[in-house]
């Protein structure tokens, strides 16, 4: 074989990798947007069918009677503010469990804590995060309910309390996660410049990190709270399941009903296509929206963040 023609063998084989690598990323590309797009598809669908089922709510129910106080399908009566009030107090009462202790918990690991602490720390974490609900839910009728009514000398443990404990401590891996990782990102030359100028530890923490990091930590935050709307199992074991408006402070030790609980508790032994059918599904688009709304704000607080960074930089 000649010089020329191993040459022309070489270019051959070059130009062969060249156009099968180009190919592989085209065909890799095309199936990332594919796998985006459908992701947008599956949630529009998964709405259309929401509205599809409930908008008939709209006129099959009288908007008085929605809004009403009390919910008892039985003799058409579809007020659902008192599950929306259920939610509310359930959800107020994990986020106040969930959020100061997850971003503690995220502090002391990112900031705080020794490394061989941190990694002992942040496994266990993600151990938490995987426990099934209906483990926790039995936890919380065996042992948080007979506690919680001994303490507060209630007819019964299941109540709003403690269905928020409960989800207060599904939040707090989630929040941990996120926050942590937040945290970790803001740059070393923050700290040791804080602390070059006199600051201490944390003043710096405190003044500097979290400042630096409160997209991140934000947006945990939500997703914490997004986690807490959406959780349906515990609530349908340990909340009591009384759909009562909420009143006052003693709603808290007293059973309530969430939306999520009563669609679960209920969807399987309604009629198809009735009237309560279809308020069940309204209800779906109302826990749609929440947490679409959730979503889409944690969203655009981390694009408005990058954005400021994107014109600092520039």
Do not use: C
């Not at 710096?204 to 979290?210: E, F, G």
Request: hydrophobic share 55%; glycine share 8%.
């Amino acid at each position: 074989m000649t010089v020329r023609e191993v040459q022309q063998f070489y270019k051959r084989k070059s130009l062969n990798r060249i156009l099968n690598s180009a190919f592989t990323e085209k065909i890799i590309t095309g199936l990332i947007k594919l796998f985006g797009y459908s992701a947008i598809l599956f949630v529009a669908l998964i709405f259309y069918y929401l509205v599809h089922e409930g908008i008939a709510t709209l006129w099959e129910v009288p908007f008085g009677t929605l809004l009403s106080t009390r919910w008892y399908p039985i003799e058409a009566f579809y007020g659902i503010l008192p599950l929306l009030g259920g939610s509310l107090v359930v959800t107020i009462g994990a986020a106040v469990i969930a959020v100061p202790m997850g971003i503690g918990v995220a502090i002391y690991i990112g900031e705080i804590s020794p490394r061989w602490a941190r990694e002992i720390l942040k496994p266990f974490i993600e151990i938490l995060a995987g426990i099934p609900s209906v483990v926790l839910g039995f936890i919380g009728i065996l042992v948080l309910a007979p506690f919680f009514r001994r303490i507060f000398a209630i007819p019964t443990g299941l109540s709003a309390l403690t269905g928020a404990v409960i989800l207060g401590g599904i939040a707090i891996p989630s929040i941990v996660s996120v926050a942590e990782d937040a945290l970790d990102a803001v740059p070393r030359s923050y700290r040791d410049g804080a602390l070059a100028i006199g600051a201490t530890e944390w003043q710096t923490i405190w003044k500097v990190t979290l400042p630096a990091a409160r997209s991140g930590v934000l947006m945990a935050v939500l997703l914490g709270i997004g986690r807490i709307i959406g959780e349906t199992i515990i609530v349908l074991m340990v909340t009591g399941n009384a759909p009562v408006m909420p009143t006052s402070l003693s709603a808290f030790v007293s059973p309530v009903r969430t939306m999520t609980a009563t669609v679960a508790a209920e969807m399987g032994e309604v009629a198809k296509a009735s009237v309560h059918y279809h308020v069940l599904f309204f209800i779906g688009i109302i826990l749609f929206l929440i947490s679409l709304i959730i979503n889409i704000t944690a969203t655009s607080i981390v694009f408005r963040k990058k954005k400021r960074s994107e014109r600092i930089l520039s």
